[in-house]
């Protein structure tokens, strides 16, 4: 089984609806991140999680929201999708050592008509 | 402000030769670099790894060159494979706080 899941894996939505993007460790880790890739635009932290109660904003956060319901789980909310928010997106997770790496989940490619 | 550059978009080498990717960053408090790799429908996954205190790190075929003075670090794979076209990001972080990521370049090589 995979450590990192997430779904749905593919969502096709309308402009104003609101989404809901699911994302489930089993690594035990307590950081938690949601990324969005675009081409040509690499990877861009959205949001992130070092601990169930800490939330934080990334570099593009305009637009989304996120609960960590859980050390396992960090959902990510797009409450009045728009056209522009079409892009592939990742969650990840870490533990807090200084070697940690993240561990990145299979994707959501989200298309807002 | 782009403090993690990967400035060549795309690569393309042959099959058993040498392929090398470049990363530069101008945040000198970066400890830390990571390459990370990544297939088409699927999500990137961990390649190799260097410390600030070396300025070489060797995994099989990858190895990560670091040069702080010139705040630029390399991967290099040899020989190259087919199985290695995939997008390459280059990564790096401060402590424990979380990872900034350049913005990929993808590899080709062809049989």
């Known amino acids: 089984d995979a450590d990192v899941t997430q779904t749905p894996r593919n969502r096709i939505t309308k402009t104003g609806k609101r989404i809901m993007l699911e994302c489930s460790q089993t690594?035990?880790?307590?950081?938690m991140y949601w990324y969005r890739q675009d081409p040509g635009l690499g990877l861009r932290l959205i949001y992130y999680s070092f601990d169930v109660k800490d939330i934080n904003k990334g570099e593009i956060s305009d637009g989304y929201s996120v609960s960590r319901q859980a050390q396992a789980k960090f959902s990510l909310s797009l409450e009045s999708a728009i056209p522009n928010q079409t892009a592939l997106y990742f969650c990840?997770?870490?533990?807090?050592?200084?070697?940690?790496?993240?561990?990145f989940g299979p994707g959501t490619r989200l298309l807002v008509l | 402000d782009q403090q993690v550059k990967q400035n060549s978009p795309s690569l393309s080498v042959q099959e058993g030769r040498i392929s090398i990717l470049n990363c530069d960053y101008t945040n000198s408090m970066f400890d830390y670099f990571l390459w990370y790799k990544k297939y088409p429908a699927e999500g990137p996954t961990f390649l190799i790894s260097?410390?600030?205190?070396?300025d070489k790190n060797e995994d099989g075929r990858f190895t990560v060159f670091l040069n702080k003075s010139a705040k630029h670090l390399s991967l290099h794979i040899v020989p190259s494979q087919p199985g290695d076209s995939a997008v390459y990001f280059c990564?790096?972080?401060?402590?424990?706080?979380?990872?900034?990521f350049g913005k990929g370049t993808k590899l080709t090589v062809n049989p």
């Open positions: 990840a997770t870490s533990d807090s050592s200084f070697r940690e790496t993240q561990y």
């Open positions: 260097i410390s600030s205190i070396k």
């Open positions: 690594k035990g880790h307590d950081r």
């Open positions: 990564a790096a972080r401060v402590g424990s706080e979380k990872l900034v």
